[in-house]
């Protein structure tokens, strides 16, 4: 099955962005696949011929496929949770995340601090204490990236600059939300 090839071919790219990476026996076939190589197989597959054709047009070719592109996917999603899973300090430790239903403003209500205790006398009434209230408002919104990949950078690559796409997007989304 197509799918089923290129998550194998996909978990062998991470591995091989990754070294830690523990292949499965199934993607083991094509640890050592360059793009050329990947898009080549998918070609044969899809029962298109590779006689003849540069690495360039094999790229190329592949590029038609539902299949090719879902290598990539495979590999980079696997490599951003890998990366996202990394503990983080900050606000997101101490803050919790939530939810709206859409785009328009939402308001939350803030409580301040609790009262401080005071030293009650012998028989004496407890003192009444409060806590302050306010609203904040808030608002979901988008932000994104779009990052151009090119035919020349793949062919060129082969596997070397890949690699370190996804660390650099994962410390820019870092870096933008720390703000």
Not at 11 to 39: G, K
Not at 139 to 156: A, H, L, P
Request: aromatic content about 10%; some cysteine; charged content about 25%.
């Amino acid at each position: 099955a197509p799918h089923t090839r290129a998550e194998r071919m996909g978990e062998a790219l991470f591995a091989r962005w990754n070294p830690q990476h523990q292949l499965s026996e199934p993607a083991r076939a094509f640890a050592h696949m360059t793009f050329r190589d990947m898009a080549a197989d998918c070609l044969r597959h899809a029962h298109m011929s590779t006689t003849g054709l540069s690495p360039v047009q094999i790229i190329t070719r592949a590029h038609t496929l539902s299949d090719y592109p879902l290598i990539f996917a495979d590999a980079l999603n696997r490599d951003l949770r890998r990366l996202w899973a990394v503990p983080v300090s900050g606000a997101k430790q101490v803050a919790r995340q939530r939810t709206g239903p859409d785009f328009r403003p939402l308001k939350r209500l803030v409580l301040g601090e609790a009262p401080q205790p005071e030293l009650v006398p012998e028989a004496a009434e407890y003192p009444w204490g409060t806590i302050d209230e306010a609203q904040e408002a808030y608002q979901i919104e988008t932000f994104g990236k779009i990052y151009g990949w090119s035919r020349q950078m793949e062919v060129n690559d082969d596997i070397g600059f890949a690699a370190g796409v996804g660390p650099r997007f994962v410390q820019a989304a870092r870096a933008f939300e720390a703000t």
